[in-house]
């Protein structure tokens, strides 16, 4: 059988893989219905990098981390981030919040405040400290709260020596849930809240993931991926309903001189139920996100030497997440030209191209156990018969 694509194959070394991350492939079990990579896969991107803050102490405030957006850095300057909680339809309206000695105050009964900026989804931090000089006792004492996209409320209260209702203590979700345990520390303190936040999942009318709240409070995990059951609220039991895609930050004013400090939050990716890559997908989903891993690795093995072994094995590859038909008919035209190179070579020269012939053998031991080239593929038959005339089957693995 004569085949154009003889001579490139003598010219090759074995190529490393130009990935974005380590990983051998054709290794790890593949992807699957509803899992678009692979165990191990190389080809999943990695973490973006992120520089951490620091911790905050009851008197220093930490730095956030390096992508958090800041909502008050405890300047003037960034009350201009938030506006007074206006009636839907009024004309926004400045806040009358003061900025004192590092920290937010809310002036008591000028209204409650929000961030201009609206969001969903997001990693909170915030730290607060109930006033100093104790007054009143149950909700009357230190109150305020956290309004996550303005509905949602993370209950502030001072409650260091300060009973009140359960599901309207410090950190709880207010009139949902109360809070895991009491780990405030004393008023004029700050604590600082963690926040995790998922806001309920309509689809098609029909809630398909309830939203979540996480809370540590000055690092004691005091909510724990507690479901909502709609935004909560004062007496009455509140349901399920839809929230907006986004929503300001709201901080209440209960009456309290309350003081915030270092808020900033993170957005969070889409779980996969709405469309995030990560997790287990739907079957439609999981299909999309082959097809483009797929589409990226026949890009990548485009930028290869042209008939060589590397391109070969990237397009190979690349049918592990899709069986694009001019693809694999490209890798049997390849592969098969490849064998036939091969049988031409002396001994000595296949002992030199060795590592090269072994992972392009693996390669279709891979593919054929998982089915992703025809069973009895004539290349690795042809493999096989080198790897066994030279005796590599019976030595021990290199
Ligand atoms: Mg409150």
Redesign the pocket.
């Known amino acids: 059988m004569k085949l154009p694509l003889a001579l490139p194959f003598l010219l090759l070394v074995a190529s490393a893989p130009a990935a974005v991350s380590t990983g051998t492939p054709f290794s790890g079990d593949p992807p699957d219905a509803t899992h678009p990579w692979a165990i191990h896969d190389r080809n999943r991107p990695q973490p973006p990098r992120v520089e951490p803050g620091t911790s905050s102490t009851a008197t220093q405030p930490g730095r956030p981390p390096s992508d958090a957006i800041v909502l008050f850095d405890g300047t003037a300057a960034s009350l201009a981030k938030w506006e007074a909680d206006t009636k839907p339809g009024d004309p926004p309206a400045p806040t009358k919040w003061i900025v004192r000695d590092g920290a937010l105050e809310c002036v008591p009964r000028s209204g409650q405040i929000r961030t201009k900026e609206q969001f969903g989804d997001c990693q909170l931090h915030v730290e607060w400290a109930a006033p100093v000089n104790v007054q009143g006792n149950s909700q009357g004492r230190g ?3 956290i309004f996550l996209m303005g509905l949602a ?1 993370v ?3 001072d409650n260091y020596n300060n009973p009140t209702y359960a599901d309207g203590f410090a950190g709880s979700i ?1 009139g949902i849930n109360p809070p895991l345990a009491n780990a405030l520390r004393p008023p004029g303190e700050f604590q600082a809240f963690d926040i995790t936040f998922r806001r309920p999942v309509y689809q098609d009318g029909k809630l398909v993931d309830p939203g979540y709240i996480t809370v540590y409070c000055n690092g004691v995990l005091i909510q724990d991926h507690t479901p909502l059951e709609g935004p909560g609220g004062n007496m009455r039991r509140s349901s399920h309903r839809p929230f907006p895609e986004r929503g300001p930050l709201k901080l ?1 004013d ?1 009456g309290n001189p309350v003081r915030f400090r270092n808020i900033w939050y993170r957005p969070l990716p889409p779980r996969s139920i709405e469309g995030g890559t990560d997790g287990a997908l739907t079957p439609a989903a999981t299909l999309a996100k082959r097809r483009s891993i797929a589409a990226g690795i026949r890009s990548a093995a485009a930028q290869l030497p042209r008939d060589s072994v590397a391109e070969l094995l990237r397009l190979a590859e690349s049918l592990v997440y899709e069986k694009d038909a001019a693809t694999a008919q490209r890798v049997d035209l390849l592969a098969n030209a490849y064998v036939q190179t091969l049988r031409t070579q002396p001994a000595a020269e296949l002992e030199r191209q060795r590592g090269e012939i072994e992972s392009t053998r693996r390669a279709f031991v891979y593919l054929e156990r998982h089915g992703f080239v025809a069973k009895d593929h004539p290349a690795l038959a042809g493999l096989n018969r080198i790897v066994s005339a030279q005796g590599w089957d019976q030595q021990k693995k290199k």
């Open positions: 109150n305020s709260g409320e209950q502030v209260l207010y209440q209960h």
